[in-house]
């Protein structure tokens, strides 16, 4: 078995490598080979496939599973999870990526395709008889292959064989490396590998686009060139009909409707001249609004495509943009731009096509990933780091700048693949020597920074920026066979954040530089052992917070209510927040590190809900100090009743005596705002008495939602009777399953548990 930590790095740097990604997947697999004999990865739908494998690792979010022998499980050891876990995730992320990057392709080549079709029956005379020519030429560079255009009702004896083996076919088909799957085309001699063959029954025409070289053309290559062949027959009805000379523009919008892309003619002034049903559909308004009413509206969100095209000798531009509907659900679309050329007689100036690109929850995050972080490391990049510092704004805080010394000599001498996994090293320790609460971004090259919200009046600058630069340079970086030790120039400073990224990080980037210019790892700027004296505001809570502007689309908050056992009188709720997504807020938002973010929004949803009886419980995410500064202000302010809220702690989170210490701590302030604590533990897990001993919570909640096969005994009942007398607490049940219902609801234990409470969300 290979060493752990050895098989984690090299994970992440086959994560950050700039190999093509099915190069990455191929190594992936072979990591997979060497440290689980007989391991396959397999999608969820592929899992079927291998009856006599066991699950020992699983990514839910892309559905890909690590399969092992059921023989193999007996011996693994405590660390082989982790590194499961790390595997299937890696190459469920980088599969995902390679789905992403073929289907942007396709996308970027169906506008292509498409436009250049429609630019070139634009431009169709009367007369012309070159439609077929053109056609070919434009499918064959797009594929960088052959492409015949030949009519189902003419049998062509002259005709490539390609071509008469499709006219005999007759269908619309897919097929790559033909020769092993037994079937050979040639074409002048030489074996056809990669064809498509697209079929227009209604017009008697069809497209083959073959090569002789190893290629790959997949469904999606299929439809391009059936929208191509759409756009040719439209060439043919169109040339029939310049010839008899009727309404030219009124025939090509009719045409252009049959297409299922949105293709829009805007003129100088931004007025919309003509447009299709699929661009209103895009656009959230009907043909018949984008034409007239809507015009200078709609035209606006082009706008910045028409600058950019004025001032380009080309006349193309092809991107992804975010198209704005009316309700002001965002729309992605793959975005093509034409100029029109004065010498061509038509009242539009710009030809616009857009394609839908409607992309899941899930990739629409990546989008919003890749702009805010860095791509070879993961970190933030600065527009990143702008948008973290919004929660920290007016706060104290530490801001270390920094660079690698000598990169660009590493660089020269390793290259650049030798440089990335310097960089790529540096980021990883930077993130293990930070807090998940810390900000850490790459700004440059080589330049990195650190922000950390500190106390009032904090003094241990100097320490925070010893300990990290000595996490970075403690071991040398292993560069192919190669042993690099390195150095860093860093600029420390006290600051706070008042709105300018700038301002906030001028000090410690010049005494970066300074550091760097005495030859010293570590410069403190000028000031920087001061107190901090910050003056706390009361924030606004309607003021929202990164996962509410993300997702407030999907959050719901829920109360679910307590009733009492003695007379089954409600008297207080839990405040959950739920949304339409396979995980819950809570779990998104340790998954994503947005704790606070997370207990802002519970913040939030709390104030609105005081008139309700009793206490209101919610569940933060690890409770510090600023939550609770935050719920004092708001007390003193008048938003809030501290007695109208109880702060439930989970026992999975009080896993070690530090942790039981600091909630110990919490609690104890918690107590002093006039805030309730309940404790909430799993049936089944152990410790429960000492962490309650520990916390002496206002009440204790058991929940019972995993006993479904195997309900509470009455023995277990009894137990928690004793309990509850012997600690003088209130107890509540939570996911009270049938039987253990019956039981609370005899005459005894209502006697021992006069106020004991229950909650069912899943009423039988």
Same mark, same amino acid.
């Given at each position: 078995?290979?060493?752990?930590?050895?098989?984690?790095?090299?994970?992440?740097?086959? !994560? +950050?490598?700039?190999?093509?990604?099915?190069?990455?997947?191929?190594?992936?697999?072979?990591?997979?080979?060497?440290?689980?004999?007989?391991?396959?990865?397999?999608?969820?739908?592929?899992?079927?496939?291998?009856?006599?494998?066991?699950?020992?690792?699983?990514?839910?979010?892309?559905?890909?599973?690590?399969?092992?022998?059921?023989?193999?499980?007996?011996?693994?050891?405590?660390?082989?999870?982790?590194?499961?876990?790390?595997?299937?995730?890696? *190459?469920?992320?980088?599969?995902?990526?390679?789905?992403?990057?073929?289907?942007?392709?396709?996308?970027?080549?169906?506008?292509?395709?498409?436009?250049?079709?429609?630019?070139?029956?634009?431009?169709?005379?009367?007369?012309?008889?070159?439609?077929?020519?053109?056609?070919?030429?434009? !499918?064959?560079?797009?594929?960088?292959?052959?492409?015949?255009?030949?009519?189902?009702?003419?049998?062509?004896?002259?005709?490539?064989?390609?071509?008469?083996?499709?006219?005999?076919?007759?269908?619309?088909?897919?097929?790559?490396?033909?020769?092993?799957?037994?079937?050979?085309?040639?074409?002048?001699?030489?074996?056809?590998?990669?064809?498509?063959?697209?079929?227009?029954?209604?017009?008697?025409? /069809?497209?083959?686009?073959?090569?002789?070289?190893?290629?790959?053309?997949?469904?999606?290559?299929?439809?391009?060139?059936?929208?191509?062949?759409?756009?040719?027959?439209?060439?043919?009805?169109?040339?029939?009909?310049?010839?008899?000379?009727?309404?030219?523009?009124?025939?090509?919008?009719?045409?252009?409707?049959?297409?299922?892309?949105?293709?829009?003619?805007?003129?100088?002034?931004?007025?919309?001249?003509?447009?299709?049903?699929?661009?209103?559909?895009?656009?959230?308004?009907?043909?018949?609004?984008?034409?007239?009413?809507?015009?200078?509206? !709609?035209?606006?969100?082009?706008?910045? *495509?028409?600058?950019?095209?004025?001032?380009?000798?080309?006349?193309?531009?092809?991107?992804?943009?975010?198209?704005?509907?009316?309700?002001?659900?965002?729309?992605?679309?793959?975005?093509?731009?034409?100029?029109?050329?004065?010498?061509?007689?038509?009242?539009?100036? *710009?030809?616009?096509?857009?394609?839908?690109?409607?992309?899941?929850?899930?990739?629409?995050?990546?989008?919003?990933?890749?702009?805010?972080?860095?791509?070879?490391?993961?970190?933030?990049?600065?527009?990143?780091?702008? &948008?973290?510092?919004?929660?920290?704004?007016?706060?104290?805080?530490?801001?270390?700048?920094?660079?690698?010394?000598?990169?660009?000599?590493?660089?020269?001498?390793?290259?650049?693949?030798?440089?990335?996994?310097?960089?790529?090293?540096?980021?990883?320790?930077?993130?293990? +020597?930070?807090?998940?609460?810390? !900000?850490?971004?790459?700004?440059?090259?080589?330049?990195?920074?650190?922000?950390?919200?500190?106390?009032?009046?904090?003094?241990?600058?100097?320490?925070?920026?010893?300990?990290?630069?000595?996490?970075?340079?403690?071991?040398?970086?292993?560069?192919?066979?190669?042993?690099?030790?390195?150095?860093?120039?860093?600029?420390?400073?006290?600051?706070?954040?008042?709105?300018?990224?700038?301002?906030?990080?001028?000090?410690?980037?010049?005494?970066?530089?300074?550091?760097?210019?005495? /030859?010293?790892?570590?410069?403190?700027?000028?000031?920087?052992?001061?107190?901090?004296?910050?003056?706390?505001?009361?924030?606004?809570?309607?003021?929202?917070?990164?996962?509410?502007?993300?997702?407030?689309?999907?959050?719901?908050?829920?109360?679910?209510?307590?009733?009492?056992?003695?007379?089954?009188?409600?008297?207080?709720?839990?405040?959950?927040?739920?949304?339409?997504?396979? &995980?819950?807020?809570?779990?998104?938002?340790?998954?994503?590190?947005?704790?606070?973010?997370?207990?802002?929004?519970?913040?939030?949803?709390?104030?609105?809900?005081?008139?309700?009886?009793?206490?209101?419980?919610?569940?933060?995410?690890?409770?510090?100090?600023?939550?609770?500064?935050?719920?004092?202000?708001?007390?003193?302010?008048? *938003?809030?009743?501290?007695?109208?809220?109880?702060?439930?702690?989970?026992?999975?989170?009080?896993?070690?005596?530090?942790?039981?210490?600091?909630?110990?701590?919490?609690?104890?302030?918690?107590?002093?705002?006039?805030?309730?604590?309940?404790?909430?533990?799993?049936?089944?897990?152990?410790?429960?008495?000492?962490?309650?001993? +520990?916390?002496?919570?206002?009440?204790?909640?058991?929940?019972?939602?995993?006993?479904?096969?195997?309900?509470?005994?009455?023995?277990?009942?009894?137990?928690?009777?004793?309990?509850?007398?012997?600690?003088?607490?209130?107890?509540?049940?939570?996911?009270?399953?049938?039987?253990?219902?019956?039981?609370?609801?005899?005459?005894?234990?209502?006697?021992?548990?006069?106020?004991?409470?229950?909650?069912? &969300?899943?009423?039988?």
């Amino acid at each position: 078995m290979s060493n752990t930590r050895h098989i984690f790095r090299e994970i992440s740097g086959i !994560i +950050a490598d700039n190999d093509p990604i099915e190069a990455r997947l191929d190594r992936i697999r072979i990591l997979v080979e060497e440290h689980f004999s007989g391991a396959v990865l397999a999608s969820e739908a592929q899992a079927n496939q291998h009856p006599s494998l066991t699950a020992i690792a699983s990514n839910l979010e892309h559905g890909y599973r690590l399969l092992v022998p059921s023989s193999g499980t007996a011996n693994m050891d405590e660390r082989d999870p982790r590194v499961a876990k790390a595997l299937v995730d890696a *190459y469920a992320f980088l599969s995902h990526q390679l789905l992403l990057e073929r289907e942007r392709e396709q996308a970027r080549l169906k506008v292509r395709a498409t436009n250049e079709m429609i630019m070139a029956l634009l431009d169709l005379e009367h007369d012309t008889c070159d439609w077929q020519r053109i056609t070919e030429g434009i !499918i064959g560079d797009l594929f960088g292959a052959r492409a015949d255009v030949f009519s189902l009702s003419t049998q062509e004896t002259t005709a490539p064989a390609v071509v008469r083996w499709a006219l005999g076919v007759n269908q619309p088909l897919v097929l790559n490396d033909l020769p092993t799957q037994g079937i050979t085309i040639l074409d002048e001699g030489s074996p056809i590998f990669s064809l498509i063959v697209a079929i227009d029954r209604a017009g008697a025409q /069809g497209i083959t686009v073959s090569t002789t070289a190893r290629s790959s053309f997949d469904e999606t290559s299929l439809a391009i060139v059936e929208d191509c062949l759409r756009i040719y027959g439209a060439g043919l009805n169109l040339i029939d009909y310049l010839r008899s000379q009727p309404d030219r523009d009124s025939i090509l919008t009719a045409i252009l409707s049959n297409l299922d892309i949105g293709i829009l003619g805007i003129a100088d002034g931004g007025e919309v001249v003509f447009a299709n049903r699929q661009a209103g559909d895009l656009l959230g308004h009907t043909p018949g609004e984008l034409v007239r009413s809507m015009s200078s509206a !709609i035209s606006t969100q082009f706008e910045e *495509y028409f600058s950019l095209l004025g001032s380009s000798p080309s006349p193309w531009l092809t991107t992804s943009t975010l198209l704005r509907k009316p309700s002001g659900k965002p729309q992605p679309a793959s975005l093509s731009v034409r100029r029109i050329d004065d010498s061509q007689f038509v009242d539009y100036r *710009y030809l616009v096509t857009l394609v839908d690109a409607t992309r899941t929850h899930f990739e629409l995050e990546e989008w919003r990933w890749h702009a805010s972080h860095d791509p070879l490391t993961g970190l933030l990049n600065r527009t990143g780091l702008a &948008e973290s510092l919004r929660r920290l704004l007016n706060q104290p805080l530490v801001v270390l700048f920094m660079d690698i010394n000598r990169f660009k000599a590493m660089n020269d001498l390793l290259g650049h693949r030798g440089g990335d996994r310097v960089i790529t090293t540096v980021a990883q320790r930077l993130i293990g +020597a930070t807090k998940l609460s810390d !900000i850490v971004a790459r700004v440059g090259g080589d330049e990195f920074i650190v922000i950390a919200p500190v106390e009032p009046n904090f003094r241990g600058l100097r320490r925070v920026a010893q300990r990290i630069a000595n996490a970075i340079t403690a071991e040398p970086i292993d560069v192919d066979d190669r042993q690099l030790a390195i150095t860093v120039s860093m600029g420390a400073a006290l600051e706070t954040f008042h709105g300018s990224v700038d301002t906030l990080l001028g000090r410690a980037d010049h005494a970066m530089y300074e550091a760097k210019q005495q /030859g010293r790892s570590i410069h403190l700027a000028r000031g920087d052992e001061e107190a901090i004296s910050v003056e706390t505001h009361l924030v606004d809570p309607n003021v929202f917070d990164v996962l509410r502007d993300r997702d407030a689309d999907h959050i719901v908050a829920e109360e679910l209510p307590w009733i009492r056992l003695r007379d089954h009188e409600p008297v207080g709720s839990d405040l959950f927040l739920t949304w339409r997504a396979p &995980e819950t807020p809570r779990d998104y938002a340790m998954r994503n590190h947005l704790r606070d973010e997370y207990n802002w929004l519970l913040l939030h949803h709390l104030l609105r809900r005081q008139s309700i009886v009793g206490a209101i419980g919610i569940s933060p995410l690890a409770p510090g100090s600023v939550f609770f500064d935050r719920i004092e202000r708001l007390s003193r302010a008048g *938003y809030l009743n501290p007695g109208k809220v109880q702060i439930v702690l989970h026992s999975s989170e009080l896993a070690t005596d530090k942790e039981i210490e600091e909630a110990c701590r919490l609690a104890d302030r918690a107590r002093r705002l006039g805030v309730s604590i309940a404790l909430r533990w799993l049936s089944g897990e152990g410790g429960e008495v000492a962490r309650v001993a +520990a916390l002496r919570p206002d009440q204790v909640q058991i929940d019972f939602g995993d006993w479904v096969n195997r309900p509470p005994s009455l023995k277990l009942a009894n137990g928690f009777t004793a309990f509850a007398q012997a600690m003088d607490l209130e107890v509540a049940f939570i996911h009270v399953q049938g039987r253990f219902l019956d039981l609370l609801g005899s005459t005894r234990l209502r006697e021992h548990l006069a106020n004991a409470l229950i909650r069912r &969300e899943h009423p039988d």
